[in-house]
């Protein structure tokens, strides 16, 4: 039986198990309307379930059906032992930060076996379907404060059977937690506090790019890791962030938000290459630019112009990715030694049955063989899950130097090779001094800076005394 908790007694009841027992708590926002970023939206219900005793309770913040608590009251609840929660950066964003490093998103589990994840409607009832498409043409927001609790809780022990299934199979390939704990601190944790971040915008310049839904001055973003590598996409309310064209001024509408500051990106030089030449232990950080040095090695002499430099990077990067760099392994030592790399990974992957990342995620043949998996495949795969897991350590290393400083600079953009911020005059010069040491991490990566009053029109910026 579940407990809608609705007293003091039921409250303590509710509070004991927290104190000695881990638990699966699934937040249920009150709309399903995907044009509501979960930050903006209330909290209908939250189920918590009990692992060790198995008792099962609902605490009602805004539903029809039940004597609704005060949010405070959620806030108040103090946890002691792991929380394993579907869609965890509702919780990041909701419990205090002393509570963190105790949360292991669910899906995160489950991509971390599967390398997928359902989505949330396979948990759903029939009774879910009929709300949705009734308040969908009533203009009714808030669909989950209507539909029964009863059948929030079947949705919810759905969800609570399928991890069980998941965690018995995670159990079998993991001795610990750390590769969850891992993808759910460092990636959905961070994740939460970069969509906290609005983006300030020029509606008007935006709806010249057809972005009609655009109703205030500042928007939100929404990133997800449930790709093949992890690599993030990010899309929201009809606009994915990721396709803004650099030309025709498709990201000019990405304005500062202060009146006196600027837009400064961070990107990487070279980034694959540096990252690459890292893992194999080659070291790249005396060349300066490294198009430069294959080119010359390649071809014997240097670009004639920038056009020749631009028309050769990409014909670069794929040479990792073909046997065309069979013809080159002579004339430049680092494609000889990452050839190598790369038939060794190949192999471990065929003999074993997996690869796996510097967060400790095992990438499953089974999970990936139907795309067709051959070696350059598999290289581009693991480069990308390299180079999300550690631009994730970065964020993380951003957010605690502006937290520690208490600073009114934003993260507000991460590509998969540069960082946007909206940085105050007062502020700038104490972030062009620090961000890039933070960036480059372990010193392996190469940083360039473009600042500008929005995001079509940054020019380059002179780093270091």
Do not use: W
Request: proline share 2%; hydrophobic share 35%.
């Amino acid at each position: 039986m579940t407990v809608i908790v609705e007293s003091e007694e039921q409250f303590k009841e509710l509070q004991d198990g927290l104190s000695n027992e881990s638990c699966i708590a699934i937040p249920i926002l009150s709309t399903t309307k995907e044009s509501i970023h979960y930050l903006d939206s209330d909290i209908a219900l939250v189920y918590f379930y009990l692992i060790e005793s198995e008792r099962k309770y609902v605490l009602s913040f805004a539903h029809s059906e039940a004597i609704n608590l005060d949010r405070e009251e959620l806030t108040s609840l103090i946890f002691k032992k792991n929380i394993f929660a579907y869609n965890s950066k509702i919780l990041y964003n909701l419990l205090d930060e002393v509570y963190h490093e105790l949360i292991f998103d669910i899906e995160v589990i489950e991509y971390l076996v599967k390398n997928t994840v359902k989505g949330k409607r396979e948990y759903e009832t029939q009774s879910h379907s009929r709300f949705n498409s009734f308040c969908e043409k009533s203009k009714i927001i808030h669909t989950n404060s209507l539909v029964p609790i009863v059948k929030h809780i079947e949705y919810c022990e759905k969800i609570v059977e399928s991890f069980k299934l998941v965690h018995e199979e995670y159990g079998e390939k993991y001795e610990s937690y750390e590769p969850a704990y891992n993808f759910s601190f460092y990636m959905m944790r961070n994740l939460m506090k970069l969509e906290s971040q609005k983006l300030a915008v020029d509606i008007e310049e935006a709806r010249k790019n057809n972005n009609k839904n655009f109703t205030s001055d500042s928007v939100r973003t929404l990133y997800n890791i449930f790709s093949l590598t992890s690599r993030p996409t990010n899309h929201f309310n009809g606009l994915n962030y990721y396709s803004l064209s650099k030309k025709d001024n498709e990201r000019k509408f990405i304005i500062t938000r202060y009146d006196n500051s600027e837009l400064i990106e961070f990107d990487y030089n070279s980034y694959y290459f540096r990252l690459l030449g890292a893992i194999i232990g080659y070291d790249l950080s005396e060349i300066d630019d490294i198009y430069v040095y294959m080119f010359k090695a390649i071809e014997g002499r240097d670009f004639e112009n920038k056009e020749e430099r631009d028309e050769f990077k990409p014909k670069a990067l794929r040479l990792l990715y073909t046997k065309i760099i069979d013809q080159y392994v002579d004339k430049v030592e680092f494609f000889k030694i990452a050839k190598i790399f790369k038939e060794e990974l190949y192999k471990t992957y065929m003999t074993t049955g997996k690869i796996e990342t510097p967060l400790g995620r095992h990438i499953y043949k089974k999970n990936i063989e139907h795309n067709d998996v051959n070696e350059n495949k598999l290289l581009s795969y693991y480069l990308n899950a390299c180079e999300t897991e550690r631009n994730f350590l970065v964020i993380e290393s951003i957010f605690k130097f502006l937290d520690e400083k208490k600073s009114k600079t934003k993260l507000i953009l991460y590509y998969y090779d540069s960082f946007l911020f909206d940085v105050p005059d007062d502020e700038r010069d104490s972030i062009l001094d620090n961000i890039p040491a933070i960036i480059q991490l372990d010193s392996i990566s190469s940083i360039r800076a473009k600042s500008g009053k929005n995001y079509a029109e940054l020019e380059n910026l002179k780093l270091g005394k």
